[in-house]
Every structure is written in C-alpha cells, then in structure tokens.
C-alpha cells in the first residue's frame, strides 16, 4: 500500500523538551514538505526538500529542525525555541519539485503542556 | 508577499442544496492552483487547475480558474452530508529556481445537514 505515513498522531509535550517528529513515504517521491495547520489560518510551510541531503527554509522555520539523510524519511524536530508549537503538522511529497500535486499524511496533533 | 484569500470562511446549506467556494490569489510567478478536501486528517488532492477557462469536472464538483481576475471557483452541486469538510485552496509560485512553492488560502469550513 503506497502511502504517506506520520507518527505518533498524538504528541504531548512539556515546555522546553524538543520532540521529533516521523513522516515516511513508500511513493518513490523526490520532494519532501511540513506544513503546520492552525484553526483560521490555513496552513503554513515550516521546511522542504527537493532531493535527499537537502532542504530549505519556509516561510515559518523559527523553532524548528529537519534532516533528509533517507528519500523516504523527512523528519521534523520541534524545538525549545518554538514559542507556539500546539498545532497539527501536516507532512506532504511530490513526485518531483516544482508545480506538482502534493500528497499529504495523515498528520500530528502536538500539545504542548 | 504571496497571498490567497478564500471565501466564505464558513457554509452550512442542507442537502440537495448548490454551494459555490471562492478563492482569489496575489501570486508572483503563478503556476497552477489547486484545490484540497480537509475531512479529518490528511487534504485529499481533488483539482489542479493551470490553465483560465477549463473547468475540470469530477462528480458533483467542478472547478474553473480565471488568470486575468486571479480568482478560482469550486462548485459543488447536490450536497451531501459526505462533502462536509475544510476546503483548502493553494496557489503555486513557481519562483526563480526549479522549485516553488504553495501557498494555501485559510480554508472554507463547509457544514452540510440532512
């Protein structure tokens, strides 16, 4: 079954811990994406990556931390920086970069307590 | 700064009934739009539209995409309790280099009842 996987589906944390996390695909994907989702607000790129050993910068990346060491893998820590971290990350992928179909996972809600 | 602005930000109709959600965009280098169902989880791909004038069809929804006013329509005809869902609107920059990016209005939160 080919798919988008994101784990755990529910985070919770405590102020000042850095949590890690999974999202996998088995799509033979090139490009990889986290977005975060808050209520009104749609959702917002954190970081992408076109190819593995690569990423770059969205438009909201303060806080947070990636590695694309695998094709399929693209991990997202959530650090003590992050002054707002509860939220529901959403992880995506695309056959190639550029103007291409994203297919998204299932998401993580973290809560921050 | 991209921009994409949906409206309304919330619908509740009865079934049977017609819905019209809109989207209209400010987007430098503008590629195609598409248009995601939010039910619980995951947005589920329905259209990419790059091209004014060509609706793209599947089912009771359709879609249609105007270049030149920057706006994006999605249709759907005889509701069903089934369509109620976010509807996520997003436009690509296809930007300077090989990769762009999405940028996604805040979603239409469409309430369909019996």
């Known amino acids: 079954d080919g798919g988008i996987t994101q784990s755990p589906k529910y985070l919770f944390r405590k102020e000042g811990q850095n949590v890690t996390l999974s999202c996998e695909q088995n799509?033979?994907?090139?490009?990889m994406y986290w977005y975060r989702q808050d209520p009104g607000q749609g959702l917002r790129l954190i970081y992408y990556?076109?190819?593995?050993?690569?990423?770059q910068k969205g438009d909201i990346a303060e806080g947070y931390s990636v590695s694309r060491e695998k094709k399929e893998s693209f991990p997202l820590t959530v650090t003590s920086a992050q002054k707002n971290p509860t939220a529901f990350y959403l992880c995506?992928?695309?056959?190639?970069?550029?103007?291409?179909?994203?297919?998204f996972g299932p998401g993580t809600r973290l809560t921050v307590l | 700064e991209d921009k994409v602005v949906q409206s309304p930000l919330s619908l509740v109709v009865h079934e049977g009934d017609t819905v019209t959600l809109n989207c209209s965009y400010e987007?430098?280098?503008?590629?195609?739009l598409l248009w995601y169902k939010q039910e619980k989880k995951a947005p589920t791909f329905l259209f990419m539209l790059?091209?004014?004038?060509i609706e793209k069809k599947s089912g009771r929804l359709s879609s249609i995409l105007d270049k030149k006013e920057l706006f994006s329509i999605l249709n759907i005809t005889a509701t069903q309790t089934g369509d109620s869902a976010i509807y996520l609107c997003?436009?690509?920059?296809?930007?300077?280099?090989?990769?762009?990016?999405?940028?996604f209005g805040q979603g239409t939160i469409l309430t369909v009842h019996p």
């Open positions: 790059t091209s004014s004038g």
């Open positions: 799509l033979n994907h090139d490009a």
């Open positions: 990556s076109q190819i593995v050993n690569d990423f």
């Open positions: 987007v430098t280098n503008f590629r195609s």
């Open positions: 995506a992928s695309s056959i190639r970069r550029g103007p291409d179909t994203q297919y």
């Open positions: 997003a436009a690509f920059n296809a930007g300077g280099t090989s990769y762009g990016k999405l940028t």
